[in-house]
């Protein structure tokens, strides 16, 4: 839940790092890349990666895992991390964010977990140094396959830019998987609506919390990141070059579309809400003028009947042969007159039966 | 529903068109104009375009319909779109918005399906050179039918202004489709108060909510209009000369004026929903009145007639010779004195019957 | 309603002049004055205007009624406005505003007309020359009345200041025109809240909401015209002297003053609706309370009046002389125990009999 | 209420004093002090101000009362005041706020009349010169005296420091009387909280809706409240000098906090308007609860009954020797059974009885 | 509550201390550190700290507790504070704030008190100088131990660093002791969606009310202390160097990440009071429909039995021998209708007993 993220005890240290336990060991992989060139590499050891560091190509080191963290600390120092981006690194989950520092740029971005159950927004992390870039993850989740096949290919013009072509292309696909997690929840309202029409059971209500929670949540973690996004596109770096600029303004159109579909979809859940709760108390309503029409109109026929049940002796009525059906004949009178003076009141039959039928203006 | 928008596959390169699958073929039409010579083409290839690039007249050329990539291919390349510009022509829809190139501007808008069953608002896309204008529908919507009479006819200045105020005089006539839309919603809120008044069935509520929907959609699609059209204003621009700005300015007024009353019309769906919700309680109030009524009055009488219909041997009354009328005498005051009771509390009659009457202030 | 303006069709051409069909035809009023000279003319004919356009007093246009187009547009000729100004003058209403043109300054107002039975807020149209000052309305509303009095009577500073000082003098009584509107809703919300109390009737709903829908209408027409007036206070004009501004900061004043006592009626809307809910419920729980007490006491004494009234041949109790008082005193037990046990639970009398009272703090 | 203010009628020329009639006659004071020197006189009639004008000294005029508005001009006159300022004194109450003239600055502040029986928040008015302070009340409110006795006294810096210094102490003063308004009102907020759990009556409810209003009343003074003192630390100004920030921005300071105070108030008065509307509800409930107990225990068993009460001739049971104690117990295990089921759904006993203890997390 | 703050009398003169009564006397205890110096000293009297204004090292002074004026007034004296400073530090609580002076730098925090039964946010006040810090507390909170301990054993970059990064590493502490506090209101909520799930009674709600009071009372308190900390690091100070900054930013990340999810946790608060009222609501409803039932099915044949039980001479069907299983097969009948009747209805068993099953999208 909201506030259940491993914290370093009060009053850690900065630069404590507060590594999630269930964080598998790292695996890195590596590739540098320019033009007609690429090299890929599946890191065993640190020290591995030293070559690369001068490298004049592009270079891109994926760290996925956090489970060792004597590892992390070694990049840390090969690449001249600051403690406080170690730690923003590894105290996963942070806020979206982007800080220029004067040899990288840390860019803090989420993406929803496509294998997860629930909603569930893990944090990306960027580093971005002029002629490299890392990418940090705490579990294998595989956002960036896709990106992988098309610098092997050499497809697109992937390969003729530099790394913050690749940062574009990294951010670009993480809001990818945001759409599927969207539309899977709008398409989880439009079940809801229909079921609300025919069947306003309790858990429908249930669902739409949990919906609208996702919904936050999504737009929780989607904001800062869009902040990032525009803070990537307005603050002068040495790292993002102008000619990243149309992709990234791109990426940070896809981010609002999403964020005012999110926004939409709250709309249309609280929408729903109010129809529940209004549909249960159509539900009540009914059921209440059966009772209505029911007890107004037995009960004073039950207490006819009770008056000539009862023992007096002197009863004259009871002697007169046709009293009986008298009698019956005014409680059917009674019973007609009721539901005659109900239907003039709009309480019967008219309600939900008689639908008026309009067309769309 | 929101999310409902064909999206390339995760990860695809940026440049890769997500034409929608029904867009029927292109139909592309040409006219170039000033002053007094106006030619007008239906064009059937791309390459008859090319003699107008060079034209020192306005032209403009009106794409309508997707369906044949390599075709806009063609005339991105014609007129030197950037790849990321042909994305946002046929990825639609598009927030709209304005970008300037450096050799062109683009401007996404959108309007109202006229012809669509429910509101719809497909986008309608401009590329503005210095002396070209050219539009994008991905089907054949016919929004700009009017100024093309205008155009063939001379009427107006419209064939004496650049290429700025033929975009002016189309975003213009794209807000008028607003118009006619949000009359209908305005209508048939109208429709609802009274149905509210006289018949507060269920399927008013789910009618006031597909109206509010309905309003949330030409909200967030025209926000980001007006914010286009003041880009238009405010942005300097090679495009767009200091002549065209007062009937821009004229456009944005009216889409303000739109967005206003978009937002006084969600006021009173909001209120309707109250004054429904209310009603529903309303008449679940008077049917409890009526059996309360029946119950309360009936239910001790019922009581006395089956006292006396026990069958005691000892029960000195039932030999009494007038105990039976007493008895009824019992019952008819009971019945009195609870309808005297009901009716000095305020449950009776006085409620819905004597509508106390109150002029305006 | 709402959108219910007359709109030129879709596409027409800018300038189109919508003029309302039920516009009368133009009264065409002058004043030329300074100091102690002031001529009054009640104008036949457009030409009569002409002499005084050179006038270097200052001169006073006020145009009431748009029945005759071809007059206006002798006028919008004769002082040189804008197709798109004309078009603002007469396609009422519009949005209020301020446009500073080369010529002149457009100033765009709104005020309640005091003889309609609904609130409506017509459009008053303003054009600041350098010593000129033409008013526009669409029909005889008589707003300006007191004014003119002020330059017959030569009373007060007005003879002995511009034309900018006239305007402010006239938006100073256009925003005074507001207040008894405001007064009038202010006093039928104390009435409601009365009738709340005593007689929660449903019509008092829909009161508030036509209360509510009035306010938001003087609010939505309110805020553009007080940030009309911030623009002529701010923005730098050839037409509007230093020596107006405290008047117009004045006036920007009251308009505050008036916008923020409508929020506060909103307010109180909003919370005599919720209350009116409340007392709505709080009824139904009483009345409920009344058909529990009954059913619950007189249900199980009928019960043991049934048993009794069962024509079993060996009922026992039957024949004991005593059984039938004895019954009788159950019966009376029970009901004396029910009543005690509601009493106890606080269901009975202690609801609304005894109100504690309670100071204010 | 809201909007009860009299007003100058329609059209009334600017400079119109429209003193409230209630208003006593004026009671001018006067001090003239620095440092040891401290002169304090009742004023009379203004003439005796005179020779204070030119005076090096502080001077402070404080007028409580308006009735005499030849006084009220000639003090004006006295001081150079703008006719539109004098208009803002008298016309109580303005909204606070802070202007600058050429030789004095206008301050409009509001205070809470401690003596009002409802929250009343009357105008005060500051004119603040080079070496003088003038202030105006329209009634006796006395919200002055302590600091006047501090000047008398001499205690702390008020004698040593200028016009500003004063204007800060008597401001300063103004804020204080906000908070015993403030305490009250939590303090019946707190009150409510205990009866909404005891005893949710009705009047509960308009008690809150009265704090609510009482809340807004002192939100919407106190705001431009608060804009006046920003401005007056913000707004270069020749009569505010710097030794006078620091103890201006403290009072914005005091109220800042005020303000977030009144807005914790104004959520905790929504939060008990929902408690008691959920309380009500539960209240319905239960009674609900205990009905349909009672009629659904009974009202099988009277059937029972009823069956056994017919006159067939052959109705074999009624021969029965037993059947009457057999259908006794029949009675009692049918009751049992619905108590059992009703127990099993939770409906009985369980809800309001067995209140389930939970710590705080 | 909320405006139960200490005040000092309406009209005190400024510099007057409201200190609160039940503050303890002041413990004060000295640091001065540098490298591998470091000096700790419990300061039983003031003189005893002079020897340290002048010190080159880092000198923290920490005061808790303000039980003695004398000494307050004399530290205050010894490090040059400005009288009003001195009434900030002592009238707690204030808004959290941070105001530049010549000398030194006034910084206002606020904590949770983790000792506290209710939420309570005490003050910290801090003055940092171009060498010195001293903290201020009116109570003994012990926030500041685990610093301490890091100072003592010289751990981390703190005794290499100047007072700035004192001062970074005392706030980002008290932003630690927010957390506990957070996470417990979460995991009450929690809690409390399960047991509104199985129970809904109704000191629910009042524990959603606490919870939510208790969420408003962090967001008062955090959002100002969030501005102060965004005032650090924006304006420009001689007391905060460019060193400590990116330390403090990640301390003001800490607080945006806790505001966010406070925010988070009152809408899931919101969404939780919706659920519990529908819920409720619901509970009533299935009450409702078992009345509905009983009542419905039992009054007709109530009614049959009594027609049967009066005791009119000539009823012909008492007569028939049969007549008496016909009626019992009658009443079955309509009691088997009514059921079908109510099942069609969706009345009855469908509602909560077959809960539709639907996986998540």
Partial sequence: MTFKKRLPPIGARPGTLAIPPDSPP???????????VCTEVDVQDVTQLEPYVESTRITWVDVQGFGDEA??????ELFGLHPLTLEDLTNVPQRAKSEIHPDHQLIIARAPDPHAE?????????ILGRNYLIT?????????????????????PIRQQGPDYLLYALLDILIDYYFPVALALSEQLEDLEEYIHDNPSPDVLEDLQRIRRDLVVV????????????????EPSAFVTEDAMPYLRSTEQHMIQLMEAVDAARDTTSG???????NIGQKTNEIMKVLTLMASIFIPLTFIAGIYGMNFENMPELQQPNSYFFVLTLMGSVAV?????????GWLGGGSGSRRSRGKG
Same sequence: chains 1, 2, 3, 4, 5.
Avoid: C, K, N, T
Wanted: overall charge positive.
């Fill in 118 to 126: 629930q909603v569930e927004v893990p944090q990306v992390a960027f």
């Fill in 71 to 76: 590892q992390l600390r070694a990049i840390a």
């Fill in 136 to 156: 940090f993850q705490d579990r294998y989740f595989g956002f960036f396959d896709p990106v992988r096949e098309r610098i092997r290919e050499g497809l697109g």
């Fill in 272 to 278: 729903l809400i109010d129809l529940y709760i209004s």
């Fill in 337 to 345: 007159g009721m539901v005659v003076y109900f239907r003039h009141r």
């Fill in 219 to 234: 737009r929780r973690v989607g904001w800062p990141q869009r902040e990032a996004l525009r803070a990537l596109l307005v």
């Fill in 26 to 36: 790292p695996r890195i992989h590596l590739f540098d890349y320019q033009g007609d």
